[in-house]
């Protein structure tokens, strides 16, 4: 087994013409995409993968230089693809995933026929005009709280703060899964989450982009799925599903695995 | 030192002696110790070990030790990866099976994870004396393997097999009436079968038991699960029964118990207590159903339907089944009036030794103090869901049992609670050694903070030398087991736990306790995505075991509270953080799933030597899709645990 393989719990599944990559959003791993997979093996290869600093894998392998930006994810993403040899592939990214299969994408747009995005956001504090839905006050308490869960963890006390623990809903909604990987990861990667920006680049894509999202989710307000339809470079669509939550595909997969299956099988239509 | 006046010496104590000594000793630790004192402990230790749990990665199967050729007794179960499918992963697995049993040759009774059928078909032509095995499997079986081919593998091989478990192996209920008549002579051998089946939720239908026990004339134990609701195909009718004594007439053990039963949910009965069905089994089947059993030792009945005025077939009991010691009755009624304090009814059987009821709606404490009179022998009593009987009741019958009860079980029955209970037990307090209460606080003034709300339960158990008691000046001196039954409050709407505890650290006063069973599955909540208003497994997690690292455990078993929605049952941040405190612990089991962060906290620990999550309830999670812990993350939590940096003190 590679070493990509072996510390990405890299698993390629079924058989079919096209391939599919699931990146799961942070926090989790890719057994969010377990109702989803099913649907997918008899007509497509399917590429699972765990983020590097997922709870499932070896912490010792969690790079905090490459992954204080999401470039870091990117590499990893396009490490994975060459290590199977992919030459196109249809990427369904959840959550921040989304966004670094977008800045993979801009550096290698042959290898990606079209990207699905399921919550995603390309900025989650609010700017001048722009809304992506946290206030710094909110961030505070999250950065306060996995501060002191890290200096407990260092000294050998017991983190004990929970994403149930802050006040903003917002917070708690997007954060609960951040709680699942080891304190200093988890800061890093909440730091890394937070102080990403990727506005900028969104005119730079040329893949087509699905943009999928809850109505109802506290931490990717509508508006957002709006701003990245109108400002990404490429042709994309956007679909508002009836779920509520961060993590649709885990808590109501009843509606969100025909709106997938409906968005990886179809195309744009340019017409 | 004082110098003992005789000359002999253990050690001068002729071999043969030595060696029954040895074999006298059951406690794995202090075998291991008495092995390490010189060579000649070391071989007669070895020569007299009869049983042998394997633990250790199955990729490391070839470090088998072979020093334990007298085994006979071998548990397969719990190697690592737990669940796994044995020899699958080798490129040679026949090698690897024989090798078990070159290290094992004398193995007649065999426990195995069987998480296929290529198991069986490695393992059972290795030891073809195999007299008695038991399956486990919590993983659903295959849908696409035939009917009963893992059965028929087994008895292929062992035809010398006179004792089956499969309580905790998920099978079809087809599965095993097929095997079991292509096999007509082994059938005819079989003395033990447990087909209660925890692992899943059926129960065998009328013509698959007939058929089974039609087989199997010889059996003396036998434990099923069936459907005795008559609305459902295959329910257990007056005919199955009697059939069923006729095929059986040798029996000494029999449980029959309703699917439904093994849920683990509390019953659902209307405000009297009946069920809204009644069985379909009349009272003078049941005599004769007694009648054709004169062997009967230990009966269980667990019925989960009304089985009404059962007394007469019960006063026959004592005449028909003259050897029963063991009763234990599910949902029936007319038991035993007490009317004038004389015994009737149940309180006839005065062989008894261990008497069981549940939910029983007219139970009254006349019948219990019936039962105390008519049953002087009683030493284990249990009640259940039954809700008319009162403190009064029970103190009569402790009272008159005071010489020999010391194993009571008191649950669900809504006019007792924890204080008048535990006044109760006054009659058998320094002798009674197993307990279990529900800690119901409801009309009694306490001390103990009232914990808030969520629709869950948890049932804390315990093993325990209690020193003091709140409650009273006398010691409990004889205690080694209690268990606890609490409510976490029923208001729902609340989202979080409030913010105390469950009030583990109050159990630091019994510096003893040692080894605990810590069971919160009866709480549901969602891990990952937790709708508002809705209960935060994380947070619960943190409320059940703060307080835990005060404790000076040795072993625990933990099970975590449930996400139903995606089959999660797993440690959160909170569990990991609060177990790792637990400086003492050797053992930990954790049964559902774990990352691999998280386990990586719990190495902070410096005597842990032994871990292991154990998926151990239906429908265990099927794959690396849905477990946290994967078999390279399982691998690498093992060698840092055995890993020498490690220094463990004793």
Redesign the interface.
Known sequence: MGIVEEAHNLKVLGSGDRLIVLAHGFGTDQSVWKHLVPHLVDDFRVVLYDNMGAGTTNPDYFDFNRYATLEGYAFDLLAILEELGVDSCIFVGHSVSAMVGVIASISRPDLFSKIVMISASPRYLNDVDYYGGFEQEDLDQLFEAMGSNYKAWCSGFAPLAVGGDMESVAVQEFSRTLFNMRPDIALSVAQTIFQSDMRQILNLVSVPCHIIQSVKDLAVPVVVSEYLHQNLGSESIVEVMTSDGHLPQLSSPDIVIPVLLKHIRYDISTA | MAVTSSDTHFLDIPDVVLTIIFSLVADTRTRNAMSLVCLKWHLLERSTRKSLTLRGNVRDLFLLPTCFRAVTDLDLSLLSPWGHPLLDSFPNPLLLAQFLRHAFPSVVSLTVYVRNPSTLHLLAPQWPDLRHIKLIRWHQRLPTLPLGIEFVALFEHCRMLSSLDVSHFHCWTEDLPPAIQAYPMLAASLSQLNILKHSSVEGFKSHELLAITASCPNLRELLATCIFDHRFVGFVSDETLLALASNCPSLSLLHLVDATSLSNVRPDLNDDGYTSEDASISRSILCDVFAGLPLLEVLVLDVCHNVRDAWPALELLNSKCPRLKSLKLGQFHGICSGVDSRPDGIALCHGLESLSIKNSADLTDNSLEAISLGCPKLSKFEVLGCKKISAKGIRKLTHVLRNTLVDVKISSCKNLNVVSLLQTMEPIRDRIERLHIDCVWKNADNSVKQTASSNGETRLKKKNKSRDNSFCSRTWSKLQHLSLWIAVGDCSGER?PCTGSLGLRYLARYPSLSRMLLDCSGVIGYG?????GYP?L??WE?FFLYGI?NLNLNELNYWPAQDM??NQRSL???AA??L??CGSLRKLFIHGTA????M?FLL?IPTLRDVQLREDYYPAPEN???????A??CR?FEDALKSINRHIPD
């Open positions: 979080r990952l995505t937790a709708p508002p935060d994380s947070l943190r690292e929605d995606v959160f941040l909170p953080a609060l790792a405190q990352n691999e962060h998280f990586m902070r690396d899709m849905c477990t946290e812990m994967r390279e993350s690498r």
